[in-house]
C-alpha cells in the first residue's frame, strides 16, 4: 500500500483580522481578569462575556473569508533534486548545521510543497514552475503570509513526523 504523503493546511486570513482578533482576545482576558478580582458589580453584564461574543462573531467572519493553502510534503527524489540545486556555503554555520543554502532552498521547497504529490514532472524545473502557478495563484501575499507558508513546507518535509509513544489516557490517569 503507497504511503499518503504529509500534508499541512494553512489558513490565511484576508485583511486585518488576525491583529483585530487578538485585539479582541487581549480586551477580553483583561476584561475578565478584572471582573474576578471583583471590581465588577453584582448585576452588571459581564464586560468579558460581551466581548468574547464580538470575539467569536470575528473569527467566524474570519474563518468564512479566509484562504487556506495545503502545503504537502514532497519525494525524497524530489527532495534530493532540490537539495543538490543549493548546496550549503562552506562558510555559514547555519548552511553546514543543514546541509543546503539556507538562502536559497527554503524557497524552492516552498514551491514544491505546494504541488499535490498527484501531479507529476519529469524534472525539477517543471516541479518549480507548477509551485509558482501555485503560488502566484494566492495574489500578492504579504511577507508574513509567504513565510507562514514556507514555514509550513520546512516542518512537513524536514521535520520528525512520529507518533507519540504514550497514550493519553495513561498519561491523564497517572496525574
Do not use: C
Request: charge should be negative.
Amino acid at each position: 500500500m503507497p504511503i499518503t504523503p504529509r500534508h499541512a493546511t494553512v489558513t490565511l486570513y484576508q485583511g486585518n483580522y488576525e491583529q483585530e482578533l487578538a485585539d479582541l482576545f487581549a480586551a477580553t482576558t483583561e476584561a475578565d481578569e478584572a471582573e474576578a478580582a471583583g471590581t465588577k458589580r453584582y448585576g452588571t453584564k459581564s464586560q468579558a462575556i460581551a466581548l468574547a461574543k464580538k470575539y467569536d462573531a470575528l473569527r467566524a467572519e474570519a474563518e468564512a473569508t479566509a484562504v487556506t493553502v495545503t502545503v504537502w510534503a514532497i519525494s525524497n527524489d524530489d527532495y534530493v533534486r532540490i537539495e543538490a540545486e543549493h548546496p550549503a556555503r562552506p562558510d555559514d554555520a547555519r548552511d553546514e548545521m543543514h546541509g543546503v543554502n539556507m538562502t536559497t532552498f527554503p524557497e524552492d521547497l516552498l514551491l514544491a510543497s505546494l504541488v499535490a504529490p498527484d501531479a507529476t514532472s519529469a524534472n525539477l524545473a517543471e516541479l518549480l514552475v507548477a509551485g509558482r502557478t501555485a503560488l502566484a495563484e494566492l495574489g500578492s501575499l504579504s511577507r508574513v503570509q509567504h513565510i507562514k507558508i514556507r514555514n509550513e513546507a520546512w516542518r512537513v518535509n524536514v521535520t520528525g513526523d512520529d507518533l507519540p509513544k504514550v497514550s493519553l489516557v495513561s498519561l491523564l490517569k497517572e496525574q
